[in-house]
């Protein structure tokens, strides 16, 4: 062989090398075909806030009736707290985690995969599917069903003054976690005051926000009393009556 025929081969075969080393092409995601129907579940459809977890559950249906391929990618967004961007079907269905922040409030999840369908007609006998579907979960304060309001000691004597507990729960009896709660006073002579002041506290792991009641009225008069309200941020009220002697 020649040299110039050496050479020639040579610069072929690193061409090939070259070419056989570059990066694979990215891959265009699996989507579902258009006019899928999909249906969307959250569990559970309530969490805490500040790190509540549910799991979101995707279920994909073909237009032809059958579950989208192995690997179909569902891409999911959320208005509140935040979501995983994706997550890939197995036997029709992809799942995800939705994880709450500090905030309080009900979370609008949404799925997409393919679109919607084109116009139907006999002939292309096109799905109905919009290709998308959303879910809400509520977190933190759009939980609380019930407030519970208790005094220690109920009967102020000495020293002048009494700890507030309010515990908040949901719908199941279940302690709820990071939710503003506003205490207030009532009662035909004030001589009271609460040391947040009226500002919002916020429940701990086991559902409670505490306060403290001063009285400033004198003690062995006459006997009176005030009743203390616990408002959580949606409008949840319990209260406790507290006797002064």
């Known amino acids: 062989m020649s040299k110039r025929k050496r050479l020639t081969l040579g610069g072929a075969l690193a061409g090939a090398c070259a070419i056989a080393l570059m990066p694979a092409c ?7 075909a258009p006019g899928t129907s999909m249906t969307l579940i959250a569990n559970p459809p309530f969490v805490i806030a500040n790190g509540g977890v549910s799991v ?43 994880v709450a922040d500090a905030r309080s409030g009900q979370a609008t999840i949404t799925a997409i995969s393919g679109g919607p369908a084109p116009a139907a007609s006999p002939a292309t006998g096109a799905g109905t599917g919009t290709g998308s579907a959303s879910v809400k979960i509520s977190i ?31 719908q199941f009896g279940n302690p709820v976690q990071n939710v503003p709660v506003a205490f207030s006073l009532s009662g035909s002579l004030i001589e009271e005051t609460l040391t947040s ?37 949606n409008g949840i009220e319990g209260s406790v009556t507290v006797f002064i002697d």
């Open 56 to 98: 979101v559950t995707a279920i994909l249906v073909e237009p032809v009736g059958t579950f989208v391929p192995d690997g179909t990618e569902v891409f999911f967004f959320t208005d509140l707290g935040r979501v995983d961007a994706s997550g890939k079907t197995v036997n029709g269905v992809a799942r995800v985690n939705f």
């Open 140 to 170: 933190g304060s759009a939980l609380p069903t019930r407030v519970l309001v208790a005094a220690n000691p109920q009967r102020i004597t000495s020293p002048r003054q009494a700890t507030i507990t309010a515990t908040v729960l949901d």
């Open 197 to 233: 002041g009226g500002a919002p506290l916020f429940t701990d792991s086991n559902g409670q926000a505490r306060d403290t009641l001063v009285t400033k009225a004198p003690a062995g008069g006459v006997q009176k009393t005030v009743t203390v309200a616990a408002t959580t941020a």
């Open 26 to 32: 990215e891959s265009v995601p699996l989507t579902a």
